[in-house]
C-alpha cells in the first residue's frame, strides 16, 4: 500500500486548501484514512478521519466546523477540505490508513500506512 498527499502550500490567516491523498496497492475497499499533522518538537496529532461506509468520520476539537474530510471510493483518494485556516494550523499534514476498517481511530498506532507528509503554512 503507498499513499501519496499533495496539495499543500503557503496561504493566508482566512483562507482554504484542499489536501488530497491518493491511495494504491491492495487496499481493499473497507479501509479508514486519517489525516494528522506536525510541528517541529511536538507529537504527531489527528486532525480528521473518514470511514469506508456510512461517511463515518471524526474531527479534532481543534477543526471542527472549519475542515472537512470526504473521500472518492472509486478514485481512492481522501480529502481534506481546510477553511477558515488559521497560523496555528501550520503543520505538515500527513495522510494514514487503517486496513481494518473498524472504526475512526484518533490514535496513531492505529494506522498501518502513511504517506509523505505535504506542508501547510498559514501566514498572519
Known amino acids: 500500500v503507498q499513499l501519496q498527499a499533495s496539495g499543500g502550500g503557503l496561504v493566508q490567516a482566512g483562507g482554504s486548501l484542499r489536501l488530497s491523498c491518493a491511495a494504491s496497492g491492495r487496499t481493499g475497499s473497507s479501509y479508514v484514512m486519517g489525516w494528522f499533522r506536525q510541528v517541529p518538537g511536538k507529537e504527531r496529532e489527528f486532525v480528521a478521519g473518514?470511514?469506508?461506509?456510512?461517511?463515518?468520520?471524526n474531527y479534532a476539537d481543534s477543526v471542527k466546523g472549519r475542515f472537512t474530510v470526504s473521500r472518492d471510493n472509486a478514485k481512492n483518494t481522501v480529502y481534506l477540505q481546510m477553511n477558515s485556516l488559521k497560523p496555528e494550523d501550520t503543520a505538515v499534514y500527513y495522510c494514514?490508513?487503517?486496513?481494518?476498517?473498524?472504526?475512526?481511530?484518533?490514535?496513531?498506532?492505529?494506522?498501518?500506512?502513511w504517506g509523505q507528509g505535504t506542508q501547510v503554512t498559514v501566514s498572519s
Open positions: 494514514a490508513l487503517d486496513l481494518s476498517g473498524r472504526y475512526v481511530s484518533r490514535g496513531r498506532n492505529a494506522y498501518e500506512y
Open positions: 473518514i470511514g469506508s461506509h456510512f461517511g463515518v468520520t
